[in-house]
């Protein structure tokens, strides 16, 4: 357990259907993030959050969009998803300290498949 | 730019065997390095760290690594693998300066032999 939760876990989409995933971290962090993992592919930065504001947005499709109400919570919602957007999404948290790297801690992932 | 190699995507080593994971990393000045472990199904764990100071880093699970600067390596050893172990390891490196940003090896799937 690692302060970092993740729902759903499992998702199974049509590529018309519109779905969120949430993600919540109880660690006190002030920066978020979301990771793609397809297979055989490193992970993908996608998104950061940083004080509630996206910093980061790694050249992804507008069919993802990311939203941080707070700074406790990170959305990412999909729409007109393709299959080959199927793939584990990681959310991960950490402190946010200007000019440091500070440590990041993931949530278990969505599965997502996009049929 | 950054970048970071794990030459081995698959390693089998027999239960009790030690073990080596290879990192490589390329960046312009001292990183900081992370390795992480990936069980099925799950997210990922912080193994060990290094920012600074001492190059050889203890972890979690008895797990060490060694900041190479000349070589701008980050090997993942463990003594003695537990069946346990099987899993996938990834190398990171993160930059100094700028906001929190990881690049990630492909990662180092490991199997255990009983």
New interface residues.
């Given amino acids: 357990e690692?302060g970092?939760t993740?729902t759903p876990r499992h998702l199974v989409m049509g590529m018309t259907n519109k779905k969120s995933l949430k993600c919540e971290q109880h660690l006190g962090h002030n920066?978020m993030y979301w990771y793609k993992q397809s297979a055989?592919?490193?992970?993908e930065?996608m998104f950061?959050y940083?004080l509630e504001e996206r910093?980061?947005n790694n050249s992804v499709p507008s069919r993802f969009s990311p939203e941080c109400p707070n700074s406790s919570h990170l959305f990412l919602h999909l729409h007109t998803l393709q299959p080959e957007d199927s793939a584990l999404y990681?959310c991960?948290s950490?402190q946010?300290v200007?000019?440091?790297?500070?440590?990041?801690?993931?949530?278990?992932?969505t599965?997502l498949l996009v049929l | 730019a950054q970048s970071v190699t794990q030459p081995d995507i698959h390693i089998t080593v027999s239960e009790g065997a030690s073990l080596e994971l290879r990192c490589n990393y390329s960046y312009g000045a001292t990183p900081y390095l992370f390795w992480y472990v990936q069980s099925p199904g799950q997210g990922l764990q912080l193994l060990l760290k290094y920012f600074s100071g001492d190059t050889l880093v203890q972890g979690i699970k008895g797990f060490e690594a060694e900041f190479k600067r000349s070589q701008s390596s980050f090997n993942l050893r463990k003594p003695s693998v537990h069946w346990s172990d099987a899993a996938e390891y990834f190398c990171a490196v993160g930059a100094r300066g700028g906001y929190n940003k990881l690049i990630f090896g492909a990662g180092t799937r490991l199997a255990v032999h009983p």
């Fill in positions: 690692t970092v993740q920066a055989k592919k490193p992970l930065l950061v940083s910093v980061e990681l991960a950490s946010e200007t000019g440091n790297q500070e440590t990041q801690y993931f949530g278990p992932g599965r």
